[in-house]
Structures are given as C-alpha cells and as structure tokens.
C-alpha cells in the first residue's frame, strides 16, 4: 500500500531566495492491486509525486508511506532493498543501448546479487511474458518503441516487484503501441497482483487502465475518486477540459443556438448497464418526444461501456418534458441541461 | 637503400623501441589514474551521484592548472619530484612521471566528457531497481560510455606519442628525439622523413585500431 500524507515538495532555485512549489499538500492512499492514475499537464508536479514513492526525491514535508514505512526515513540499504521491491517504467525506456535485450534483464539482477542461474531464468519467463523471447539477442536500437517498452517492463517484473510506478509510459507511443503496452499492464495487474502506480497527461490511459485517478493541477489534488465519477461529472474546468468534456461535444454554437432557445438540450451519460437500454426509443413510446440526436460518443472506461449524448427532446409539451427528465434520471442516466 | 639500412638501421629500431616503450608505460600509467579522476569529477558534481562541492573544485583546479603547462615546461618543472619518484631524471625512467603528469588530468577530462554522455534515465533507472552507487559507475556508466572512452584514449595515445618527441631532451631516445638531433641537427634529412614515416604509420595504426575498436562496441 501507498500512502502520502500531507506531502509538500519545494525546490530551491538558482537564487537563494526563489523557491518552486512541485507538490503541495498532497493526500491520498493506494490499495494493494489497485492501478492508481495521476493526471496532469506538464510541470504540475506528477514526476516529482512518482519519484518519492523510491525515494528518489524526498518530500520537504509530511510522509510518503510504502508497506508501512516512511520512505524517507529509511537507511540507505533499506531503501535499496525497498526499490527493488518497486519497479518502474519510464517514456524514453532507458534501457542500456550497450546491451542486448536479455543482458538489459540479467544485469540489474545480478548487480543486486541474484545469482546468475536464477536471473537466466527470470530473464526467460518474463520476456515470455511480454512476449519478446524471439527479441532477446536484438540491441535496443533494433527494436521500435513498443517493444523497448516491453522489455523495460520485463526488466522491471523480472524483479518480482509488488508495486510498478509508470512515468508516462505511454506518452511516446503511437496510439496502437499504447494500447498494446495498457493491455499488458492491464494483464499484469490482473494475473500477477501487482499495484499500479502511474502518472501521464493522456486520458484514455487513465480511461482504459485505471481504477482510481487524481487530477493534479500546479502541485495540488483538484480532483480525486473513482475514474468514472470523476470523468462523467467532473467538477473542475481542468478535468473537463482533459475529459474533453464540452457540454456541447464539439458541435458549434451557432447550429445549437435555435435548440438552446427552447430550453430542451439536454446532454445524456450514460454508464455500465444503463448504456444498453434502449432509452431514446423509450422516450418516443411513454412521452411521444422525438428525440434529435446532434452528437454523441461511445466508449469503454476499464470494462464498463459508457456513452454521452447531445440530444434536442422535441416537445410542446412541457409536462411530458419534465416526465421526460424525471424518467431518464430513474434509469440512472446522468441528464442535464445544456447552457451555452 | 642497403647503405641507408646499414647506416641508420640499428639507430632507428632502438628509437622506434624507445618510443613504443615510453608510450606504452606512460599511457597504461595514465589510464589507470585518469579513469578514477574522470570518474571523481563526473560522481562529485553539483547533479552527481555523490555531489560534494569542495572534492570537485580543488580536483578540477588541479586539473585545468596541469593541463595549461607545455609538456615541455612540465618536465622541467618537476624535475625534484621525479628525482625524487623515479631516483633519477634521465632515461625512459626519467621522463615516464612528467609524461604521466601530462597526460593522466587529459584522459581524466577526456573519460569526464564520455562519462556526461551518459543518458541520466537510464543512470536514474538503475537507482530506481535499488542498484547501488558504485555499481552503477563502474558497471553502467562506464559501460555505456565505453565506445566513447575508447576513442578518448586513442585521442590521448597518440597526443602521448607527441609528447615523447620532447623526451629526447632529458636522453630517453625515441623516434621524436632521432629526428630531431640527426634530421635538424645534423641536417640529415632522409633520417628525419623515414622517422616521420614511421611515426605517421604509427598514428595512423593507433587511430584504426582505436576506430575499430570504438564501432565494435558501440550498439546504437
């Protein structure tokens, strides 16, 4: 389990009295085989936030807890033997370009004093895993960045870790690659129980991956809960923004003006089971409103199916209208107006 | 041609001996010291591994001051202290301690610059599995500039094989040394062109071996 308590982190500039706020105030807590995602813009402190679950920067103030202890306050070999126990992966791989891709496993196993035996075989069952056994004599510079990504991974399972921190794993992939890599951590958190932890500015990997996201803004948690409460009512302009959230979904002001007058554009979400009723059909039957799809969107957050509407509910009847509303909101089907 | 070889054969050969004698001695010498400086300076910087400010300065001081001397001002200047090392100042004895001086702060900056090559990700990464410190120098950031290193120390080779020319003041003979007092001296000119052939064929064969080298474990 990760805990961060209060956790500030301030740097010192060039000038004494220049100080720069990374992270500030921090909170939140990690459960064990959780995939845990922190979102933000660049240089609002995600890096800094990852790199003190290792140790690898230290807070200025309040307590980075891993497995019960405080990070900070561990001996120098204790915190050796704790990252070792973390694994993580990063945008540019940082693999070792002076060695193939099985030495790029087997050196870091050895050199914390795994015996060569047993790091051959940890070498074999984990490039398996990511599927790059037939890779194992190629260079990184060989490989594309999908598969360097891979073997990075396998480089970090290959220490059995219980926890893997990604560093924007993702960022410098295409958009198939990454998917590739998502479904891999996805398969790894399931089948070996391992906690991910991980930062990135991209929303459709905390969309596809994540059980739980923060949204970090200038150091500061503005947002934090469950990744579908979060992204179908996000409460923030900066999580609407990343969830690509326009109440209006991208159609232009000027065609849902003559809607927006009658006061009868909603805009749907839909999520989980509610995404496979039939509902605007229903509309049509109960109420007799025809409902004038102007936009719409259908996607998967993790494994539940969740879809967003922009929908003129055509009516003169202001009765059936609010009956309307009333009924759409009993199928658990998030509705609202849209104002412009 | 068979005159020639007569003549100067013999005289030739020992330089040539000489030359390969001083170079070799002096460059495994400098090797040895200046890996653990370029090392020193790359761990101690202010985003080092170990960073200590004081260590860094007064090692690169040294440095810069060693490397603004002419060798041939060095080989005068300390000539108490290779008195004192070496029990004389003449001979290949005499002139391996102002070589080593001269050329052991060189391939220090030289092994610096190949060691700042190193990408800091992947220096971060292993700090990241729990490796430590030290086997991260010298088992990563060695390795990964090993290419780079490589040509560095040819670099300082054949700048050593200069250096030697000046040797002949102090009587330690080599190529250098024929060239001058037969060639110049003397003004026997073919003595100098075959030295300088010889010394040409010999850069020339360093720089191959060291490109080859260098290529071969270079993996990107």
């Given at each position: 389990?990760?805990?961060?308590?209060n956790?500030?982190?301030?740097?010192t500039?060039q000038?004494?009295?220049?100080?720069?706020k990374?992270v500030e105030?921090?909170?939140?807590?990690?459960?064990?085989g959780e995939?845990?995602g922190?979102m933000?813009?660049?240089?609002?402190?995600k890096?800094?936030?990852i790199?003190?679950?290792?140790?690898l920067?230290?807070?200025?103030?309040?307590?980075?807890?891993?497995n019960?202890?405080?990070v900070?306050?561990?001996?120098?070999?204790?915190l050796?033997?704790?990252?070792?126990?973390?694994?993580?992966i990063?945008?540019?791989?940082?693999?070792l370009?002076?060695a193939n891709?099985?030495?790029?496993?087997?050196?870091?196993?050895?050199?914390?004093?795994?015996?060569?035996?047993?790091a051959?075989?940890?070498?074999?069952?984990?490039?398996?895993?990511?599927?790059?056994?037939?890779?194992?004599?190629?260079?990184?510079?060989?490989?594309s960045g999908g598969q360097?990504?891979?073997v990075?991974?396998?480089r970090?399972l290959?220490?059995?870790?219980?926890?893997l921190?990604?560093d924007e794993?993702?960022s410098?992939?295409?958009?198939?690659?990454?998917e590739?890599i998502?479904?891999?951590l996805?398969?790894i958190?399931?089948?070996?129980?391992?906690?991910?932890?991980?930062?990135?500015?991209?929303?459709?990997v905390?969309q596809?991956?994540?059980?739980?996201?923060?949204?970090l803004?200038?150091?500061?948690?503005?947002?934090e809960?469950n990744?579908?409460?979060?992204?179908t009512?996000?409460?923030?302009?900066i999580?609407?923004?990343?969830?690509g959230?326009s109440?209006?979904l991208?159609?232009?002001r000027?065609i849902?003006?003559?809607?927006?007058d009658?006061?009868?554009?909603?805009?749907?979400q839909f999520?989980?089971?509610?995404a496979?009723n039939?509902?605007?059909s229903?509309?049509?039957e109960?109420?007799?409103?025809?409902?004038?799809i102007?936009?719409?969107?259908?996607?998967?957050?993790?494994?539940?199916p969740?879809?967003r509407?922009?929908?003129y509910?055509?009516?003169?009847?202001k009765s059936?209208?609010?009956?309307?509303?009333?009924?759409?909101?009993?199928?658990?089907v998030?509705?609202?107006?849209?104002?412009? | 041609?068979q005159?020639?070889i007569?003549l100067?054969?013999?005289?030739?050969?020992?330089?040539?001996g000489?030359?390969?004698?001083?170079t070799?001695?002096?460059?495994?010498l400098?090797?040895?010291i200046?890996?653990?400086?370029?090392?020193?300076?790359?761990?101690?910087?202010i985003?080092?591994?170990?960073?200590n400010k004081?260590?860094?300065?007064?090692?690169?001081?040294?440095i810069?001051?060693?490397?603004?001397?002419?060798?041939?001002?060095?080989l005068?200047?300390i000539?108490?202290?290779?008195?004192?090392?070496?029990?004389?100042?003449?001979?290949?004895?005499?002139?391996?301690?102002p070589?080593v001086?001269?050329?052991?702060?060189?391939?220090?900056?030289?092994v610096e610059?190949?060691?700042l090559?190193v990408?800091?990700g992947?220096i971060?990464?292993?700090q990241?599995m729990?490796?430590?410190?030290?086997?991260?120098i010298w088992?990563?950031?060695?390795?990964?500039s090993?290419s780079?290193i490589i040509r560095?120390?040819?670099?300082?080779?054949?700048?050593l094989?200069?250096?030697?020319?000046?040797?002949g003041?102090?009587?330690?003979?080599?190529?250098?040394?024929?060239?001058?007092?037969?060639?110049?001296?003397?003004?026997?000119?073919?003595?100098?062109y075959?030295t300088?052939?010889?010394l040409i064929?010999?850069?020339?064969?360093?720089?191959?071996?060291?490109?080859?080298?260098?290529a071969?474990?270079?993996k990107?």
């Amino acid at each position: 389990m990760i805990e961060f308590k209060n956790v500030s982190k301030t740097f010192t500039g060039q000038q004494k009295n220049k100080h720069v706020k990374a992270v500030e105030n921090v909170s939140l807590k990690v459960d064990d085989g959780e995939i845990y995602g922190v979102m933000g813009y660049s240089g609002a402190g995600k890096s800094t936030l990852i790199r003190m679950i290792n140790g690898l920067e230290k807070p200025s103030s309040g307590q980075v807890i891993v497995n019960g202890e405080s990070v900070a306050d561990l001996s120098k070999s204790d915190l050796l033997k704790l990252r070792r126990k973390i694994g993580m992966i990063f945008q540019s791989y940082n693999l070792l370009v002076t060695a193939n891709v099985f030495q790029n496993i087997v050196l870091p196993l050895t050199l914390e004093g795994i015996d060569k035996k047993e790091a051959t075989q940890r070498a074999e069952k984990y490039l398996k895993i990511v599927d790059l056994w037939d890779k194992r004599d190629s260079y990184p510079a060989q490989l594309s960045g999908g598969q360097r990504q891979r073997v990075a991974v396998a480089r970090a399972l290959a220490h059995e870790p219980k926890i893997l921190l990604s560093d924007e794993a993702t960022s410098a992939l295409d958009p198939e690659t990454t998917e590739s890599i998502l479904s891999l951590l996805l398969k790894i958190n399931q089948e070996l129980g391992i906690t991910i932890f991980l930062i990135t500015h991209e929303m459709e990997v905390i969309q596809r991956i994540c059980d739980r996201v923060a949204v970090l803004d200038q150091g500061v948690i503005v947002e934090e809960g469950n990744v579908v409460d979060v992204f179908t009512q996000p409460k923030q302009e900066i999580t609407k923004r990343f969830a690509g959230v326009s109440d209006t979904l991208g159609v232009p002001r000027d065609i849902l003006a003559p809607y927006q007058d009658t006061k009868q554009l909603v805009s749907l979400q839909f999520v989980g089971n509610s995404a496979n009723n039939p509902l605007l059909s229903q509309l049509q039957e109960k109420f007799r409103i025809t409902p004038d799809i102007l936009a719409g969107s259908m996607g998967y957050m993790k494994r539940e199916p969740y879809g967003r509407l922009l929908v003129y509910l055509k009516t003169d009847d202001k009765s059936q209208y609010e009956a309307a509303l009333q009924y759409i909101r009993d199928q658990q089907v998030h509705v609202e107006e849209v104002k412009l | 041609m068979q005159t020639f070889i007569n003549l100067w054969g013999s005289v030739i050969w020992t330089g040539f001996g000489q030359t390969l004698a001083m170079t070799s001695i002096t460059f495994i010498l400098s090797v040895v010291i200046g890996i653990p400086i370029g090392v020193l300076l790359v761990v101690t910087r202010i985003d080092g591994l170990h960073p200590n400010k004081p260590v860094y300065s007064i090692t690169n001081w040294i440095i810069n001051i060693l490397r603004s001397l002419p060798f041939i001002i060095l080989l005068f200047l300390i000539l108490p202290i290779t008195k004192f090392v070496a029990g004389t100042t003449i001979g290949i004895r005499g002139v391996v301690l102002p070589l080593v001086v001269y050329a052991g702060p060189y391939i220090g900056r030289l092994v610096e610059s190949s060691l700042l090559e190193v990408d800091p990700g992947t220096i971060e990464a292993y700090q990241s599995m729990g490796i430590s410190n030290g086997n991260i120098i010298w088992r990563i950031m060695v390795r990964e500039s090993r290419s780079s290193i490589i040509r560095g120390l040819t670099i300082a080779a054949i700048g050593l094989i200069g250096a030697t020319a000046m040797a002949g003041l102090v009587g330690a003979g080599g190529l250098g040394d024929i060239a001058y007092q037969y060639g110049f001296q003397r003004y026997q000119p073919d003595v100098m062109y075959v030295t300088i052939v010889i010394l040409i064929v010999l850069v020339q064969l360093i720089q191959s071996i060291g490109n080859v080298v260098s290529a071969r474990l270079k993996k990107d």
